[in-house]
């Protein structure tokens, strides 16, 4: 493999007239990297403003931002990789569409001859934010009605604590925060779906002994958002047909969803997934100042309590699988183990308590 081109830029967020010094990175998507811009652009949303070379302007199809860059190699190299790179957003939102379902029926084509899991791994880094927002918010609504419609905790106090947390852990993963939102239901789970959802099950912040615990399962659902294994998971859970439904513009309503919501939450990573979501869960709560290793306690504490509950959603929910071989790794991982923590015990205990305080969350399971 080529080394993927790199230029220095500039990048404006539209709203001010700042000039953030960023690194471009072209690979399959488009990186931009600042002191406080990350990005990284799906490759169909890219616009090119008309600019005179060697200055080049790139925009996105749904943000206000852009780079400027004078580096005439790497434009070529964005032209090559752009298809639609030069076209006027005000032709209408026909040739995008017909982009797209040109990509989706490529992959279809690639599925058939390489295999749907190939397929996912080449689709899922093209997939435009906006379809896999969409496709995000359809797959909750699925998932939220498989698991009985839990309702949203949502006391403020907690929230504030939940949003501060997730600002630290996202921030030394180099991720914009996730949209998180915890659930009451009497299931210790956590799930992280595409557009950047992740869904905790509130028994989760009841089996969590520490802050740092529950902020190991957090940091490793972030690990899935990072590396985009919710998207490729959905596709590969709904194969061909979803791809076919992307083609005709199915999305929100078809049958096919419903498997895939299914599907996606059964099937469950790949060792490799884990492995990789769990190295990064680790090394963003010690960089945040908490202990990651306490993640090793938390997972098997919740596999031990899910284990002896009789049949029901458990198997249904089994999305995080080799346990006692993830608990050694994690606990063989260097770095310091025990007093840090990255939260305070009042600001923990408020967290425990967002889906209002004695509900019976915690202790009622053995
Ligand atoms: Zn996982």
């Not at 001859?113 to 791994?121: E, F, L, M, T």
């Not at 985009?228 to 590969?236: C, G, T, Y």
Request: aromatic content about 4%.
């Amino acid at each position: 493999m080529n080394t993927p081109p790199t230029a220095t830029g500039l990048y404006f967020d539209g709203r001010s007239a700042r000039a953030h010094p960023v690194r471009l990175r072209l690979g399959e998507r488009l990186e931009i990297v600042g002191e406080a811009v990350r990005l990284d652009w799906s490759l169909l949303d890219l616009r090119a403003a008309e600019t005179a070379p060697p200055l080049a302007r790139i925009g996105h199809a749904d943000s206000p931002g852009s780079v400027e860059f004078e580096d005439a190699a790497f434009a070529d190299a964005l032209a090559a990789r752009c298809p639609g790179l030069h076209r006027r957003e005000r032709e209408g939102g026909l040739p995008r569409l017909v982009l797209w379902s040109l990509a989706a029926g490529v992959s279809v084509l690639l599925t058939a001859i390489y295999g749907v899991p190939a397929a996912a791994d080449l689709l899922a880094p093209l997939v435009p934010r906006t379809v896999e927002a969409r496709l995000g918010a359809a797959v909750e609504t699925q998932i939220v009605g498989l698991l009985g419609d839990p309702p949203l905790c949502e006391d403020p106090a907690a929230t504030a604590v939940l949003d501060g947390l997730v600002a630290r852990l996202s921030a030394t993963m180099s991720l914009s925060p996730p949209q998180v939102s915890v659930r009451r239901h009497s299931l210790a789970n956590a799930l992280a779906l595409p557009g950047a959802r992740v869904i905790i099950l509130s028994d989760l912040l009841g089996k969590a002994k520490s802050a740092d615990e529950f902020a190991g399962i957090l940091a490793h659902e972030f690990g899935h958002v990072s590396a985009r294994d919710p998207v490729r998971s959905v596709i590969r859970a709904g194969g061909t047909s979803f791809l076919l439904s992307l083609v005709l513009g199915d999305l929100t309503g078809s049958t096919v969803l419903v498997a895939v919501g299914q599907a996606a939450i059964a099937a469950g990573y790949s060792r490799d997934a884990e492995r990789a979501a769990d190295a990064a869960s680790v090394a963003a709560v010690d960089r945040a100042g908490g202990d990651g290793r306490a993640l090793a306690a938390i997972l098997e504490r919740i596999t031990r309590a899910e284990d002896e509950k009789p049949g029901g959603l458990t198997g249904f929910l089994r999305s995080h699988p080799y346990t006692a071989e993830r608990a050694a790794t994690i606990r063989a991982t260097p770095g310091k183990t025990g007093e840090a923590s990255l939260l305070s015990e009042a600001d923990w205990q408020t967290l425990r308590a967002i889906c209002g305080a004695g509900d019976g969350q915690d202790g009622k399971t053995k």
